[in-house]
């Protein structure tokens, strides 16, 4: 990053108002001095500075001199290339579409009962499992739902048990900034902490260790990033699926998205939305998002390709192969190769050239960011 001590008013104006703020919330659990916010009402999802201390686009903490919202941002200028050489020791090439791998493996859970709550053979919820029962982790940041899960109503959580890991378990297309959980497992003394994430959060632990961000750079030691083309904003439920298809958010018992937009109900009945029926209700903050594949990430990991009961898994890591052989030796997943399923490798392959071709020509772009 540049001498010149970029702060809020520069994120401010280079990221949060000009379309490739992703709503990570990094900057928010970064910031010393309790002066970021988050709004993630009628679809914001954006951080926004409180007017305790300067205003919107002017932080008094920032012209001193401190730094440390821009360190977090991993859509901040130069943002690829610093996390991929402080990640993996060097810049990933154009031929690196999906960002740098070691290994890619189709993977799912032996356990029965995580695999039948999980989403797609349920390998992260295996993982989060055998983490946290193994001392690799104290805890773990994901996303929840409200109440009894009924409202559909995203939001973040931090879990340290298998129950909990239960009750999180499945996918959401709404948006939860999971690291805004981030205080509560400080909270209960939790040092070593995953967190999983779509692409825009899996990739802020990487900017704060690559900028030295402190305690919260070294406290998320473990990152598993969720394949992710784009996320819906809240209102898809009533304007969509109740609108067209009378179909209640409290009628939903599962959703997942495989090519349609799938819908499991509560009186056994399963529908299909066409994607292109919800294109509409794309969340702003995925709309320049160049990251399908969760490139910065320790493990990536998604349900695409011909299996539906497993999970293709990117490892990216030592630190995330050294986690997956534990597991394999504990016999907490099964593996296959990832080429038993060449249809995965190529929507991949597809998907995150898709998405990198998202990134605005105007942005400060690191020339990798281009797509060969």
Not at 5 to 12: G, R, S
Not at 45 to 64: A, M, R, S, V, W
Not at 336 to 348: S, V
Request: glycine letters at 8%.
């Amino acid at each position: 990053m540049s001498q010149e001590k970029p702060q809020w008013t520069e994120l401010y104006n280079e990221v949060v108002t000009s379309g490739l703020c992703t709503g990570c919330a990094a900057c928010v659990i970064a910031c010393p001095h309790d002066v970021l916010n988050y709004d993630d009402q009628n679809g914001v999802y954006k951080p926004f500075h409180l007017d305790i201390d300067g205003d919107f686009e002017n932080c008094t903490h920032g012209e001193k001199g401190c730094t440390l919202c821009t360190r977090a941002c991993p859509r901040f200028r130069d943002w690829e290339t610093e996390i991929d050489e402080k990640r993996f020791g060097r810049a990933r090439s154009d031929e690196e579409i999906f960002g740098v791998s070691l290994d890619i493996v189709l993977t799912r859970a032996t356990d029965p009962e995580l695999a039948e709550v999980g989403q797609d053979g349920g390998f992260v919820s295996a993982l989060l499992t055998f983490a946290l029962e193994n001392d690799h982790i104290d805890a773990a940041l994901v996303s929840s739902l409200e109440g009894d899960g009924s409202s559909w109503q995203a939001k973040p959580a931090m879990i340290r048990t298998r129950q909990e890991v239960l009750d999180t378990a499945g996918s959401r297309y709404t948006y939860s900034a999971n690291t805004l959980a981030y205080p509560e497992a400080v909270e209960v003394g939790a040092e070593r902490i995953a967190l999983v994430g779509m692409g825009c959060q899996a990739s802020a632990p990487g900017a704060m260790q690559a900028r030295k961000a402190g305690k919260i750079a070294r406290r998320l030691g473990l990152t598993i990033g969720l394949l992710c083309s784009k996320t819906f904003d809240d209102s898809i439920f009533e304007e969509l699926f109740t609108a067209k298809y009378n179909i209640a958010r409290s009628d939903i018992v599962k959703m997942n998205i495989k090519g349609v937009f799938q819908l499991w109900l509560r009186d056994g009945s399963y529908v299909e939305v066409p994607l292109k029926e919800c294109h509409a209700y794309t969340r702003e903050g995925c709309k320049s998002c160049p990251d399908f594949a969760a490139e910065h990430a320790d493990i990536s990991t998604g349900g695409i390709g011909s299996f539906n009961d497993w999970t293709l898994t990117i490892i990216r890591t030592e630190a995330g192969r050294d986690l997956l052989n534990a597991m394999v030796e504990a016999g907490a997943v099964e593996v296959r190769p990832g080429d038993d399923d060449p249809d995965a490798i190529a929507l991949l392959r597809r998907l995150s050239g898709v998405s990198r071709k998202r990134w605005p020509a105007t942005a400060v772009a690191a020339p990798s960011l281009r797509t060969p």
